[in-house]
């Protein structure tokens, strides 16, 4: 694995019908880093990962990977370099785990090459850093929601590619499970030097667990940087409409997001002749 990669965003802008999502927006993903994407529903978080995998073609602008255009790439040699886990997959019916994790394999085949023990590895490694090498035989469609997801997680894992781009990976996992998927990402960062970008809905594991942190506002880019930088009272208000409080977690040393509702702030003391001290009988 390398940590070369470029990819970048320049004056991307992406919709769908007569709708425009993203306008004008220009990002570069720091290589060998962990990137998290960031931003209220609808803002064009999903929208601008499916576009950097090329999944969807943009109106202006362009997606560049190591300098090309990645619409103008083959498809199955931007596959040996990206790969993406799109949010709610579906897998084809009654195939198995195994086969299904397998399928990551497909852009490493080529036309008279055939499947080998660096497959087999491949594939092995992947269901075990998923902890779902006892599902392999199973059906993929009669697992549970976070079952599937570390399924597809592990196929995503078996295309062993340079950049991994994931849309909402920890979704239907519960805390537990959530964790251990982000800690396998962040190990697969640190140990094989791997680019990652995804989309997250929690701020405060966004902040935990990014090296780079992207925040989208009505489709444009409101701030990138480090988690310091970007999670501010400010931002989040921008963002997310909401007022909150931002502390120090006291297990990373990260920014730690509190939010402020309109039910949950301590009242200021207040104090009464009933309660006076020193009242004299």
Known sequence: ???????????????????????????????????????????????????????????EGRVVLDGKEVHR???KKL??????????????????????????????????????????????????????????DRAVDELSGGQRQRVWIAMALAQQTDLLLLDEPTTFLDVSHQIEVLDLLTDLNRTRGTTIVMVLHDLNLA??????????????????????????????????????????DPVSGRPLMLPIGRHHVRPEPTSSPNHMQGTSR
């Open 1 to 59: 694995m390398t940590t070369s990669h470029s990819l970048a965003a320049e004056g991307l802008t992406l919709g769908y019908g007569d709708r425009v999502v993203v306008e004008s927006l220009d990002l570069v993903v720091p290589p060998g880093e962990i990137t998290v994407i960031v931003g209220a529903n609808a803002c064009g978080k999903s929208t601008l990962l499916r576009s950097l995998s090329r999944l969807l073609t943009p109106r």
């Open 79 to 136: 596959a040996r370099t990206l790969g993406l886990l799109p949010q709610s997959p579906v897998a084809p019916e009654g195939i198995t785990v195994l086969d299904l994790v397998g399928r990551g394999r497909h852009p490493h085949q080529g036309l008279f090459s055939r499947w080998n023990d660096k497959d087999d590895a491949a594939v092995a490694a992947a269901l075990e850093a998923t902890q779902t090498t006892d599902l392999a």
């Open 207 to 248: 902040a935990r667990y990014a090296d780079h942190l992207i925040a989208l506002a009505d489709g444009r880019l409101h701030a990138s940087g480090t988690p310091a930088e970007v999670l501010t009272e400010d931002s989040v208000r921008t963002v997310f409409g909401l007022d909150s409080r931002i502390v120090e």
């Open 73 to 75: 790439m083959p498809a």
